[in-house]
Structure formats: C-alpha cells, structure tokens
C-alpha cells in the first residue's frame, strides 16, 4: 500500500472520528480487518490495550501502531498526519465562529445528537473487546479489581493502570515459572 493511499485512509476516519479513542476501535476493525483484511482483529485488540495504556490520545496511539505495522516509521507519520487532518482545518475553522456557534439551538442538539451516538460506539467498543477477551478466572478478578478501584476507590485511570499492568506481569512471570 502506498503511503500516499494510506494518508488517504486515515484522513477519511479522522473526517468520521467523533469521540475519541473509544470510538475509534470499531471504525478501525471495520476499515483495516473486515474490509482490507490488513490486520488480524487479535492484533487491533492488542494495539487498542496499548494504546490505552500509554501517554496521549488513544486514536492517536492506535493510528500509529497501525501505520508503523502497515508501513513502519513512514506509515506510522503518514496515518497520524492522515487522522489528524481534517479534525486539524476543523478546529481552526470552527473557533473562528465559535460564539455563534455555542448559542445556536441547531448546533446544541447536533452535539446531543452526536453525545448519543458515541455512546453507542464505546458500548461497541466493549462489547467487541469482551469478545475478544481471553477470560478465565484471573480475567474476573482482574476486571472487578480494576471496577472496584475505579469506582469505590476512586483511584485515577492511570493508577488503576499501573497497578493491574504490575499484576498482570507478575502473575504471567509465576505461570511462565510453573
């Protein structure tokens, strides 16, 4: 695949990309597993749980690991240029008419609108990463450990991802030992 055709791509799912991340798995399995058959959809998983996991945006991260797996360093610059494209000239056009913007009705309901429907895509989003889950009991425990810091202790996002992160590789170190 050219990188051109690649930029292409991905400035086609940065135009449709509202919502972020979460979003962003769904149009991605569509567009790079069923559709081009490029990838493997353990492989999208994979990089969606990285890109979850390290610093910056999660479309951000997720665009480039597939680049960088199409079309190595140069894939990886041309997907993010590609995703952040037309999201990039948006903003710049839309905050020079943002206050008349905010107020108008029309664009308020757009947005509530737009609110439900990525509502929708995180749902999918889990949904498909359960799927594709390999769970067994650790799975369990794990998950309502992290559930539980999250909403009981209220411990951040990234707390909840270290510390899982850490038990994880200690209990893959005790399995690889036994």
Same mark, same amino acid.
């Given at each position: 695949?050219?990188?051109? *055709?690649?930029?292409?791509? &991905? ?6 990309? =509202? ?16 559709? *081009? ?13 990285? +890109?979850?996991?390290?610093? /910056? ?7 480039? &690991? ?5 079309? /190595? ?11 952040? &494209? ?18 108008? +009705? ?9 609110? $439900?429907?990525?509502?929708?895509? $995180? ?11 390999? *769970?067994?009991?650790? &799975?369990?425990?794990?998950? =309502?450990?992290?559930?539980? +810091? ?23 170190? $005790?399995?690889?030992?036994?």
């Amino acid at each position: 695949m050219p990188l051109l *055709r690649l930029f292409l791509i &991905f400035v086609k799912i940065g135009a449709i990309l =509202l919502g972020g991340g979460y979003v962003i798995f769904p149009i991605m399995s569509n567009e790079f597993v069923e559709k *081009r058959q490029l990838i493997k959809q353990d492989e999208l998983v994979d990089y969606f749980a990285l +890109s979850q996991s390290l610093p /910056g945006i999660i479309a951000a991260n997720m665009t480039m &690991f597939i680049g960088y797996k199409l079309k /190595g360093k140069l894939g990886a610059i041309a997907a993010m240029l590609g995703v952040i &494209f037309v999201p990039f000239w948006t903003i710049l056009i839309l905050a020079a008419v943002l206050n008349a913007l905010v107020s108008n +009705s029309c664009v308020q309901g757009g947005l509530w609108g737009v609110g $439900i429907a990525v509502i929708a895509l $995180i749902m999918l989003t889990v949904r498909e990463v359960w799927q594709k889950s390999k *769970r067994g009991i650790f &799975f369990y425990i794990i998950f =309502l450990g992290a559930l539980i +810091s999250l909403l009981i202790f209220k411990l951040t996002p990234v707390q909840t991802i270290l510390i899982f992160s850490v038990i994880g590789i200690l209990v893959k170190s $005790i399995r690889r030992q036994a």
